[in-house]
């Protein structure tokens, strides 16, 4: 009968003899496309041992060109074209810049900046060429027209064309024409000291004024004279008692408002006071102030 075991698996009673487990076996064992050495098992099998290689060639793992070398054909990143590189793995990365912008990466291709391009644009009312700005859109080029009727200028009548109505200047009427800018221009003179510019309306040369002159010892029609004084007319009586002697004299004793002086019709560009004796005829004239404003001074 069995008694007490002394030996498990003995080769006295036909156990295979395996080497111990842990020990090195020959050949090596794969994992994956992993490569490791092969250890025995202590039971005639085998286990994995240290990791030799990753991603071997004896495990079926694919072989790629090493990271960073060239690759066939080019790569893009938004619309900019890159060589192409190697990654080691079987796929590919970015390398070194080629185009930004690039038609081969979608880039739409505009006219270069400067180059004519069709229609006008407007800057304010003034109206310039249109050129290309590279980018797909435009720039400002040569000025074509200011104050441009297609950039919503208002269209202002040419100068010196009638604009109805009149303008004064220095109590003068003139012809009113347009300045070809929105204002007005003196045009030929209508009327001298114009009514409707404020001159002085004075009576009629020979119209009949209230009182009369003496010359002499004779009196006479006192008249105007058109300017605001006043001349002889006809002889009302030859010696009469309204002229004694006494009082025909140079001096002053009554002057007239300021006028404008004229000679022949013509203003001599002085304002000056007439002043008068006591039976109004003139005696001396006051020079007021020379080429004011007012006093035709053109």
Known sequence: ??????????????????????????????EGTSKFSRLNDGKGGFVKGKLLEANSKDCGAPQYPARGTAAAGTMCEGTSKFSRLND??????????????????????????????AGTMCEGTSKFSR??????????GKLLEANSKDCGAPQLPARSTPAGGFICF?????????????????????????????????PARGTVAKGFLCSGRSKYEKLH??????????????ISSDCPIDLIDNNCYRTGEP???????NYTGRKVQYC???????????????????????
């Open 88 to 117: 080691g793995k079987g796929g590919f990365m970015k390398g070194k810049l080629l185009e930004a912008n690039s038609k081969d990466c979608g880039a739409p291709q505009y006219p270069a900046r400067g180059t004519a391009a």
């Open 225 to 238: 004279d058109g300017k605001g004084g006043f001349i002889k007319g006809k002889m009302v009586e030859e």
């Open 1 to 30: 009968v069995k008694g007490k075991l002394l030996e498990a698996n003995s080769k006295d009673c036909g156990a295979p003899q395996y080497p111990a487990r842990g020990t090195a076996a020959a050949g090596t064992m794969c």
């Open 131 to 140: 050129l290309n700005d590279g980018k797909g859109g435009f720039i400002k």
């Open 170 to 202: 220095q109590a003068s009427k003139y012809e009113k024409l347009n300045d070809g800018k929105g204002g007005f221009i003196r045009g030929k003179l209508v009327e001298a000291n114009s009514k409707d510019c404020g001159a002085p309306q004075r």
């Open 259 to 265: 006028t404008c002086e004229q000679v022949a019709g």
């Open 276 to 298: 008068y004796n006591k039976i109004g005829r003139i005696v001396r004239v006051i020079v007021v102030s020379k080429c004011s404003t007012d006093c035709r001074c053109f």
